[in-house]
């Protein structure tokens, strides 16, 4: 009789199991395959008010920014964070002309080693210099769980996506084509 209530049980958990795979079209925080969750505009909570140095050694205040906000958690001596600095710099060229700005967080670096990496991958957007994780740590739940990680802030600077892992611009242009569209 046992065997015949597992064997009626496992399927039951396998199917749920399954359905966290995939997001769903209305954004309810459920993780996408891709390493993804979008997030319901009437669910967003707010992005901490950050500011903080920049790699260049001026201050930058999340604030001051207008408009959706793509915030990257990365180090130069992340491998996955090299990989997809040339997707970050293309969508910085292709979107902050549409009032959409890019914010690095180098999480646990150097400046010297960060410098050299953002003039290696062409990043022209400013960066926090966050060798204490400081900044990352303000975030809490929001904020990284690993490097890299990226949050899309919509207009409001409320959390809208997060994304582990190293993300490309096919993975990120919709989400900001999106935000933009919201925003009006």
Not at 59 to 81: E, I, K, R, Y
Not at 122 to 139: C, K, L, M, R, V
Not at 169 to 184: H, I, N, T, W, Y
């Amino acid at each position: 009789m046992p065997h015949r209530l597992l064997a009626l049980i496992v399927p039951l958990l396998l199917a749920a199991g399954c359905t966290l795979g995939t997001a769903s079209a209305d954004g309810d925080g459920f993780v996408s395959a891709d390493g993804a969750t979008d997030i319901a505009a009437d669910q967003r909570v707010a992005a901490p008010d950050v500011t903080g140095p920049t790699l260049d050694g001026s201050t930058l205040a999340l604030n001051d920014l207008d408009g959706p906000v793509v915030v990257n958690f990365w180090a130069s001596w992340c491998g996955p964070c090299a990989r997809e600095a040339p997707h970050l710099a293309a969508l910085a060229q292709q979107y902050g002309p549409r009032g959409v700005s890019i914010v690095g967080v180098n999480v646990r670096d150097t400046v010297t080693n960060a410098q050299a990496f953002e003039r290696e991958y062409g990043i022209s957007y400013p960066s926090w210099d966050d060798e204490s994780a400081q900044i990352a740590s303000q975030f809490g739940a929001l904020g990284p769980a690993g490097l890299p990680s990226t949050v899309l802030l919509d207009s409001e600077h409320r959390v809208a996506s997060r994304l582990f892992g190293a993300v490309t611009a096919r993975q990120v242009a919709p989400r900001l084509d999106g935000l933009l569209a919201e925003a009006g």
